[in-house]
Structures are given as structure tokens and as C-alpha cells.
């Protein structure tokens, strides 16, 4: 592994003393952990931090103390991480819920979001931060996943990343409009107290019991890329439908995945969004209005975020997986002609029993993942 022998040679000249018993080479840093032998070795192993920089050539070098150990962080530029290597994983084809691959850790371990649990997701990132290739990679993630029986999906964005090829899907809603944007929320406000009397006469907690029971309600899951167009046009409006979605949609199956590259319009809902994830940001104030903490603004790199998982206060440190304009339009292309012919083959086919068909549905999707590059 690189650094080893000039982390080794260094601590020598100073005489400090240590076992390094942690070594590990992910795809976004190499990170060492260091156990010093006494008090002083731990201090200069420290105040070695500017030297760290000037041999490695990198100024964003991190030295920190925890658990006992001295770590050392040095971003690791040349290992990508590919879509494909996410969406094949064995956490992802394993989920039996609405998972979201958010990326992979220094363990190499995919990490994913799953809906099922943590019903909505807040998003933000600078425009350079890899911002849209990662809400690309949201959307392709719930496309592969889950078949059109299962779900329908509103797409709202009037920013960089357009959704205009995923309205050849017909059960994709492009929305392009502010005006049509709050309009289609106005409608998901109304269908949650739809659904809400669905469960409750059926005396059900969630969707899951509901379609259990022989009921047919398909997930919604909207997501939206620029919030701050949204907040700018009618504050009031826009916050009313968000807060009460995110309060309220979830046991009914409406989801949201709410993005903004202006991290500071989504501080009035992060209480409401306990899932949130942060790319680079532009200062430490953009990262504690999204995370509550700073460290966004000194990711190390393109693709690099934070995810905090609704649970554990603490974030991750993730990359995310890159998916190229052409491998994007393959799955487009692929998803729609896989739609066709299943719609096709149901006029024909007389089979009282639905499970094979669904069956062939959900085995059809998972041959498209052979299309990413992993």
C-alpha cells in the first residue's frame, strides 16, 4: 500500500514510537491508524500534520485522534466508483424494499437508502459537487429496482439535470414548471388523505398491509432537484406541502426526494427529513444548515458526500457511483422496450395466477443492470 514505508521512515527521524495496526485503501482515501506507545509519541505524530502535507503534496490531509488512535486520511484520487458496481451489489439485489444506492465506504461495503424504512431523503451539494450524476444515480436505482406495477414517479426539475428522456416511460411525470411542480404537490396533499382513509377503513398501518390484504396502491416517489426554485417562487406554499408530505406520506407510500444545490433554503426542514445527504458545499454554515455539523465544504472530491442514515446522528463518509450520458440512455431505451413487451405479452397471456408474471416482470428489469459498467 502507498505512504506505508514514508509514514514508517518519518515517525523514525522523530522518534515516536507506535504499532500501526490500521491500514485501508477505499475508493475515496487511504487511512491509517496509528496506536502510540506513550502520550509523547501521540503528540508529535500530530503536530507532524503540516509535514504529512508537504511529503504526500496534498494539503487536505486529515490527522485526528479517536478511540485510542491517531488516523490519518489522505484522499485517494484515482479508484472510481461506478453506478454499476453499486446496483449489483449484493446489499442492493438483496433489498426486498425501495432501495437507493448512495455509495460505497472506505471498506468498500454499498450503502443504500431504503424507502421502506426512511420514507423521504434531502439532498443538497453545490453545482460542482457531483450534485446531478448522483440524483442520476437515485433515479436508475428505483428504475431497475422496481417494476411499473410497483411504482410511478414524478420528476420535477426546472435546473441543470432535465429529466426529458425518462418521459418516454409512461410511468414517468416530468414536471418542468414551478407552476406544475406546486400543482402536483397540491394533488399529493390530497391523495395522502385519499390513502389515509384506504388504511384506516381497512384497518391498516401501512401500505405494505394494505397491498398484503389484496389492495393494489403503487408506491409514489417524487423527486424534486431544485427546491430553492420552488422556496423562491411562494416560501409559504411551498414549505405548507413539503412539511406535511414528509410528515405525513410515508405509511401511505409517497415518498420525497428533495434536492437543492442553495443548501441553506432546506435548513426550515431538516427536522422533518431525519435521512439527508451532503456533497461539497461552499462553506462550513452551507453544511451545518443541512447536517447540523460542518465538514461538507472539505470533502475531498468530486462524488464525495456525507449521508446521515435517519438513525445514527453521526454521518458517513461515501463516494458515489459515477454513470455515463450513454449508459443513462441505454437503461432508458432498454426499460421502455422491456415495458412494451410485457404489456404486449399480458393482452395474450391467459394466466389466472399473477405471481409468474410478476415473476418475469421483476426478472426482466434485473438483466438491464448488465448494461452498467462496473
Known amino acids: 500500500m502507498p505512504y506505508i514505508d514514508d509514514l514508517i521512515d518519518l515517525w523514525a527521524e522523530n522518534d515516536i514510537k507506535g504499532t500501526l495496526d490500521v491500514s485501508i485503501q477505499g475508493p475515496m482515501m487511504t487511512r491509517f491508524g496509528i496506536k502510540p506507545a506513550d502520550m509523547r509519541s501521540a503528540s508529535r505524530i500530530i503536530k507532524l500534520e503540516s509535514t504529512y502535507k508537504a511529503v ?44 437507493l444506492a448512495i455509495g460505497m465506504n472506505i471498506y468498500r461495503d454499498c450503502i443504500m437508502h431504503e424507502l421502506t424504512d426512511v420514507p423521504h431523503l434531502l439532498i443538497g451539494g453545490n453545482p460542482s459537487s457531483g450534485l446531478d450524476e ?62 389515509s382513509d384506504l388504511l384506516y377503513e381497512a384497518r391498516c398501518r401501512n401500505i405494505f398491509q394494505y397491498n398484503e390484504r389484496g389492495g393494489s396502491l403503487r408506491h409514489k416517489i417524487i423527486m424534486i432537484t431544485e427546491y430553492h426554485r420552488l422556496f423562491s417562487s411562494n416560501k409559504q406554499a411551498a414549505m405548507a406541502y413539503i412539511l406535511r408530505l414528509s410528515q405525513l406520506a410515508g405509511p401511505c407510500g409517497i ?22 445527504v451532503c456533497l461539497k458545499v461552499r462553506s462550513a454554515s452551507d453544511s451545518v444548515a443541512l447536517l447540523d455539523q460542518k465538514g461538507a465544504e472539505a470533502l475531498p472530491r468530486k462524488g464525495s458526500l456525507l449521508y446521515m442514515d435517519g438513525r445514527d ?62
Not at 182 to 189: D, F, K, N, R
Not at 255 to 272: D, F, M, V, W, Y
Not at 343 to 371: A, M, N, T, V
Open 56 to 99: 504526500f503534496l496534498r494539503r487536505d490531509i486529515k490527522v485526528y485522534r479517536r478511540a485510542g488512535r491517531i488516523y490519518i486520511d489522505i484522499p485517494w484520487q484515482r479508484d472510481q466508483v461506478w453506478l454499476g458496481d453499486l446496483l449489483t451489489s449484493r446489499e442492493f439485489e438483496s433489498s426486498q424494499g425501495l432501495p
Open 134 to 195: 448522483f440524483l442520476e444515480g437515485l433515479l436508475l436505482s428505483i428504475l431497475v429496482h422496481q417494476t411499473p406495477e410497483e411504482m410511478e414517479l414524478y420528476l420535477c426539475s426546472s435546473g441543470n439535470l432535465g429529466f426529458e428522456d425518462y418521459a418516454e416511460l409512461p410511468y414517468c411525470h416530468v414536471i418542468t414548471s414551478v407552476r406544475n411542480s406546486m400543482a402536483m404537490l397540491s394533488e399529493m396533499s390530497r391523495e395522502v388523505e385519499r390513502r
Open 255 to 276: 415518498h420525497l426526494i428533495l434536492a437543492s444545490s442553495n443548501p441553506t433554503c432546506l435548513r426550515g426542514l431538516k427536522e422533518s427529513f431525519p435521512a439527508r
Open 313 to 374: 446522528p453521526d454521518p458517513q463518509m461515501l463516494q458515489s457511483g459515477s454513470v455515463t450520458t450513454k449508459e443513462v440512455r441505454g437503461i432508458i431505451t432498454a426499460l421502455k422496450s422491456n415495458y412494451i413487451n410485457i404489456r404486449k405479452q399480458s393482452i395474450f397471456d391467459e394466466i389466472e395466477d399473477e405471481d409468474p408474471e410478476d415473476q418475469r416482470d421483476r426478472s426482466s428489469q434485473k438483466g438491464i443492470l448488465s448494461r452498467f459498467r462496473k
